[in-house]
Every structure is written in C-alpha cells, then in structure tokens.
C-alpha cells in the first residue's frame, strides 16, 4: 500500500524560531492535507492543496505541494508556545468515484517559551 | 455550520464487551470514515461509509463494524473487546466529491 514518510519525528524548538517539516511518498497524489492534533482531541485541518507546485498560506503557517506530486511541506514561522502539538500530512488519490487517504506517522512539535 | 461530532468522549470497558460508538457528520457531508488512533501504530483506517453503504475497509478483524444511517450519522461497533483495543477512536466526513475530511473529537476508549 502506500506510505508517507513523515520527518522529522519530533522537533524540539524556542519560541519565535521558524519550524519546517516535510512529507514524501513513493506514490503520486492529486491533494495533500495538512492537520494539526493537541492531546485528547482529534486532528483540526490547517491547509489542502490541490495543484503541484501550489503554495499556500495560513496566517503563520506555509504549505507546498511538491512538483513531483510525491511530497509536501508545512513551514511556521515565528513560532509561539500554542503551535505545540502532533502535525500530520496526509496524500489523497481520488477519482473515478474512489478516494483513498494515507497519513503519515506525525510531526510533534515542542516550543520552549 | 456544526463541526463533526462523537458520542461518547470517553468509555471505559472490560475484556469481552461490546461497545457501540457513534458519530454525526457535518450537515450535508455524506461520507464518514473511522480511524484508531495509538500512540504505537498512529492513525489507521478502520471504515468508510456513503449512503449507507461501506464503500472501504481497512485492515482490521471482523469484530470491528460500522454502519451508517439515512441522515448521515454512523456508528461503529467493536464486539469482544481485547486490551489492544484500547485507542482513540475518530470519525471523519466528507463533502460529496470533497477530497478534505474533517475530523470529530474522538472517542477515548479504555479497555480493562
């Protein structure tokens, strides 16, 4: 089946330093989905991307689908202690009626104030 | 717009129950999937369901089922509860021909 390799596992950082974390796949997909998870609660979408080479932006946060459309990154910026949290990618292959979701395993960010 | 949302939040079972979770979709969203989420094995696709009907499934044994009804809503059901089964269990929909889910609260499930 098909895999995401999320990296890095965790990221320890100071509070205002900007954070990068990237996904990849052996396989090819037509959306990539950023989440973010804070304990006890389920994964709140943050960004999609729909086209390769899309970039987009939310407030701090920045995403790219990658050209390849095999990978993607989540970039913050300026971090500050309430980014703290489990930050997922997830591929989607749809079309022709089927839609398939792949997570990958999960960023989890620490900010030092 | 109500977001996705799961009863309960928090259960606690022995060994050999059943239990039955249950999840609404957001309005208009006729796609819910499940995942378990553990610490160990990350998030996994247990179902999806459209229209009443399982459209995918995942790798899991046959004591974990789900259904879903004609205004959306879905419930899953896991019989014969092993410790394993212990996990965070979180329901997800979709908008018809929308490739975003968007994820409900999740149900703790604890078993003893």
């Known amino acids: 089946g098909q895999q995401l390799n999320q990296s890095p596992q965790s990221m320890f950082i100071q509070e205002g330093e900007d954070v990068s974390m990237n996904c990849t796949s052996s396989?090819?997909?037509?959306?990539w989905l950023w989440y973010k998870q804070e304990p006890g609660e389920g994964p709140v979408l943050l960004i999609a991307?729909?086209?390769?080479?899309e970039l987009t932006s939310n407030g701090r946060l920045t995403a790219q689908f990658g050209i390849t459309r095999k990978d993607s990154f989540l970039n913050i910026s300026a971090s500050i202690p309430s980014d703290v949290g489990i930050y997922f990618c997830?591929?989607?292959?749809?079309?022709?009626?089927?839609?398939?979701?792949?997570f990958g395993k999960g960023t989890k960010l620490s900010v030092i104030p | 717009k109500a977001g996705v949302t799961q009863t309960p939040r928090y259960l606690i079972k022995t060994r050999g129950q059943q239990v039955t979770l249950s999840c609404s979709p957001i309005?208009?969203?006729?796609?819910v999937s499940w995942y378990q989420q553990t610490p160990g094995q990350g998030l996994q696709f247990l179902f999806e369901?459209?229209?009443?009907?399982?459209?995918n499934k995942g790798n899991f044994p046959g004591r974990f089922s789900g259904r879903q009804f004609s205004n959306s809503r879905s419930e899953m059901n896991v019989s014969t509860l092993e410790l394993g089964d212990s996990a965070l269990y979180l329901c997800?929909?979709?908008?018809?021909?929308?490739?975003?889910?968007?994820f409900g609260p999740g149900t703790r499930l604890t078993v003893l």
């Open positions: 309005s208009g969203h006729r796609s």
């Open positions: 997830a591929g989607v292959y749809s079309g022709a009626g089927s839609y398939q979701l792949t």
């Open positions: 997800a929909s979709r908008a018809v021909g929308g490739n975003e889910q968007f």
């Open positions: 369901y459209f229209s009443e009907t399982q459209r």
């Open positions: 991307l729909y086209k390769a080479g």
């Open positions: 396989s090819i997909f037509n959306t």
